[in-house]
């Protein structure tokens, strides 16, 4: 099998195990293609993508940027701001407009969860999901999930947890889909107002100390504390969440196993984890960065292949 | 000449191009070709194209080592899947292999190899991948099998296995695994 089960790429959820494992094979190849002196591939010179953003980004938008740019398709880009949303234009018809230009696909990422289904349901074009508010983050898991089995070889029975602000975030969702269908176990951690009620139904366990969580796991996902979401408190005070589920060098260099600490960014060093470990040995979070431009290829790739002439 | 007759009857059944023993014989005097052209490979290397070149440029380069008593000759396999101008006009997904050339070709001689020289669109694909990795010196193209009058691009062989006449409806089968053998078939024979 070397093709994708789907059209789209709206979340983890959708996809087989067989096609992570093909976006993963397919990955290996473009980060040898992006290290080598000529960083672009002619692929997809016939295509048109479109990044909107609806939502601010800096990694996220760079990296699909790149990927697109690598591939050597033709990139369009439009964020919400400054754009004739702020006008009433609803979302179906922003994005056809942008689709009567002649886009073959679209990057987007938006504020409501679900955006990115409902935009494959109206529209004709392939969608990928940038993340849609708190719902699904693919690549990020995808990228994850491949940096995982980059240092591990493997992701199966790989003990992770992903720490901190669960509730608000879709890089965890996406997460754990993606762990669980590769045959990781995963934790939460962290306090309990930051996990949803009933995450034990997606089969993961939640525990609410980070000592014991590090103690169990291999790999520590270290999420930041979306302080835009924080529409009501959660946590009495920044302090006091760095003191109880912040990770410092003194805490990693007391546990008697090695544990790989992993970032999605932006990270707010100083809250979930301290530079000394972010800039440590421990830390993946650059590679993940790295990562995240050929696991994008790959997706855009695989996707472009399934476009019909 | 084989008269017509005869030959359209032998396309009723597999044609055996090249058995074994006239394999390894074609394999041993393309490497002494390789040799008089590029010596001691100081400047030269070998590329095997993904995925049915490989085979034979290992074969080769183990020739060539075999005869040039164990001189250094780099190998490398290059893949052209993302080159190929057949991306979303092909029915059947394009399967990617890997990529591994571990030394520089810049200002280097570089001769690709492949198994079957058909349409030609491969090995333009080759072309521009290899350009990727830095500017060789000189390309050059060596095949087992040519059939030509079937190109669809103005390209050909450096140095030529064995030179076949096909129509579109026939496939050159490569089979390197052991002693190996080449066979002409007809695409409904299988």
Same mark, same amino acid.
């Given at each position: 099998?070397?093709?994708?089960?789907?059209?789209?790429?709206?979340?983890?959820?959708?996809?087989?195990?067989?096609?992570?494992?093909?976006?993963?094979?397919?990955?290996?190849?473009?980060?040898?293609?992006?290290?080598?002196?000529? $960083?672009?591939?002619?692929?997809?010179?016939?295509?048109?993508?479109?990044?909107?953003?609806?939502?601010?980004?800096?990694?996220?938008?760079?990296?699909?940027?790149?990927?697109?740019?690598?591939?050597?398709?033709?990139?369009?880009?439009?964020?919400?701001?400054?754009?004739?949303?702020? $006008?009433?234009?609803?979302?179906?018809?922003?994005?056809?407009?942008?689709?009567?230009?002649?886009?073959?696909?679209?990057?987007?990422?938006?504020?409501?969860?679900?955006?990115?289904?409902?935009?494959?349901?109206?529209?004709?074009?392939?969608?990928?999901?940038?993340? #849609?508010?708190?719902?699904?983050?693919?690549?990020?898991?995808?990228?994850?999930? =491949?940096?995982?089995?980059?240092?591990?070889?493997?992701?199966?029975?790989?003990?992770?947890?992903?720490?901190?602000?669960?509730?608000?975030?879709?890089?965890? /969702?996406?997460?754990?889909?993606?762990?669980?269908? /590769?045959?990781?176990?995963?934790?939460?951690?962290?306090?309990?107002?930051?996990?949803?009620?009933?995450?034990?139904?997606?089969?993961?366990?939640?525990?609410? #100390?980070?000592?014991?969580?590090?103690?169990?796991?291999?790999?520590?996902?270290?999420?930041?504390?979306?302080?835009?979401?924080?529409?009501? $408190?959660?946590?009495?005070?920044?302090?006091?969440?760095?003191?109880?589920?912040?990770?410092?060098?003194?805490?990693?260099?007391?546990?008697?196993?090695?544990?790989?600490?992993?970032?999605?960014?932006?990270?707010?060093?100083?809250?979930?984890?301290?530079?000394?470990?972010? #800039?440590?040995?421990?830390?993946?979070?650059?590679?993940?960065?790295?990562?995240?431009?050929?696991?994008?290829?790959?997706?855009?790739?695989?996707?472009?292949?399934?476009?019909?002439? | 000449?084989?008269?017509?007759?005869?030959?359209?009857?032998?396309?009723?059944?597999?044609?055996?191009?090249?058995?074994?023993?006239?394999?390894?014989?074609?394999?041993?005097?393309?490497?002494?070709?390789?040799?008089?052209?590029?010596?001691?490979?100081?400047?030269?290397?070998?590329?095997?194209?993904?995925?049915?070149?490989?085979? /034979?440029?290992?074969?080769?380069?183990?020739?060539?080592?075999?005869?040039?008593?164990?001189?250094?000759?780099?190998?490398? =396999?290059?893949?052209?899947?993302?080159?190929?101008?057949?991306?979303?006009?092909?029915?059947?997904?394009?399967?990617?292999?890997?990529?591994?050339?571990?030394?520089?070709?810049?200002?280097?001689?570089?001769?690709?190899?492949?198994?079957?020289? =058909?349409?030609?669109?491969?090995?333009?694909?080759?072309? #521009?991948?290899?350009?990727?990795?830095?500017?060789?010196?000189?390309?050059?193209?060596?095949?087992?099998?040519?059939?030509?009058?079937?190109?669809?691009?103005?390209?050909?062989?450096?140095?030529?296995?064995?030179?076949?006449?096909?129509?579109?409806?026939?496939?050159?089968?490569?089979?390197?695994?052991?002693?190996?053998?080449?066979?002409?078939?007809?695409?409904?024979?299988?």
């Amino acid at each position: 099998m070397s093709n994708l089960s789907v059209d789209h790429l709206l979340g983890i959820k959708g996809l087989s195990r067989e096609d992570i494992e093909l976006i993963f094979t397919t990955a290996d190849n473009f980060k040898d293609v992006i290290n080598r002196p000529i $960083k672009k591939v002619p692929s997809l010179r016939d295509i048109t993508i479109a990044n909107l953003f609806f939502e601010n980004s800096t990694r996220t938008k760079l990296s699909f940027e790149l990927a697109e740019k690598r591939l050597s398709a033709d990139v369009v880009n439009f964020s919400a701001s400054g754009s004739s949303l702020k $006008k009433g234009e609803t979302l179906i018809d922003t994005v056809n407009n942008i689709l009567a230009m002649k886009v073959d696909m679209v990057v987007m990422r938006h504020p409501n969860p679900g955006a990115a289904v409902f935009l494959s349901r109206n529209v004709n074009s392939r969608i990928v999901n940038a993340g #849609d508010g708190a719902h699904e983050h693919p690549t990020q898991a995808l990228l994850d999930t =491949y940096s995982i089995r980059e240092k591990y070889g493997d992701v199966e029975g790989k003990k992770v947890v992903i720490v901190g602000d669960i509730v608000h975030s879709r890089v965890a /969702l996406s997460n754990i889909f993606a762990l669980q269908k /590769l045959g990781a176990t995963v934790k939460v951690c962290g306090p309990q107002t930051l996990i949803p009620k009933y995450i034990e139904d997606l089969g993961v366990e939640v525990e609410l #100390d980070l000592r014991k969580a590090l103690e169990w796991c291999d790999i520590a996902n270290m999420l930041r504390i979306q302080l835009e979401r924080q529409d009501i $408190k959660y946590f009495p005070s920044i302090r006091e969440y760095t003191m109880t589920y912040g990770v410092d060098a003194e805490l990693l260099n007391s546990l008697s196993k090695e544990v790989t600490i992993m970032h999605p960014g932006p990270i707010n060093r100083g809250v979930e984890i301290t530079s000394d470990v972010a #800039d440590s040995d421990h830390a993946i979070i650059l590679n993940q960065v790295e990562n995240g431009v050929a696991i994008r290829m790959a997706v855009l790739y695989l996707l472009a292949e399934k476009i019909a002439r | 000449m084989i008269g017509t007759y005869s030959y359209i009857c032998q396309r009723m059944q597999p044609r055996i191009l090249l058995n074994s023993k006239v394999l390894d014989i074609t394999i041993k005097r393309l490497a002494r070709q390789l040799i008089e052209n590029h010596g001691d490979f100081e400047n030269t290397v070998l590329i095997g194209l993904q995925p049915r070149g490989i085979q /034979l440029a290992d074969r080769l380069h183990a020739e060539l080592k075999r005869v040039l008593s164990g001189a250094k000759i780099d190998l490398g =396999y290059l893949d052209v899947s993302f080159y190929r101008d057949d991306f979303r006009r092909r029915d059947e997904p394009i399967t990617v292999s890997e990529t591994t050339i571990d030394f520089e070709i810049e200002n280097k001689k570089v001769i690709m190899i492949d198994d079957v020289l =058909y349409t030609g669109r491969t090995i333009r694909s080759g072309m #521009d991948a290899l350009m990727d990795f830095g500017r060789p010196k000189k390309v050059e193209f060596l095949v087992l099998i040519d059939r030509r009058f079937s190109r669809q691009l103005p390209i050909q062989a450096d140095y030529v296995g064995r030179t076949v006449d096909s129509v579109v409806s026939e496939r050159v089968d490569v089979n390197l695994d052991n002693e190996g053998h080449v066979v002409l078939k007809t695409i409904d024979d299988e």
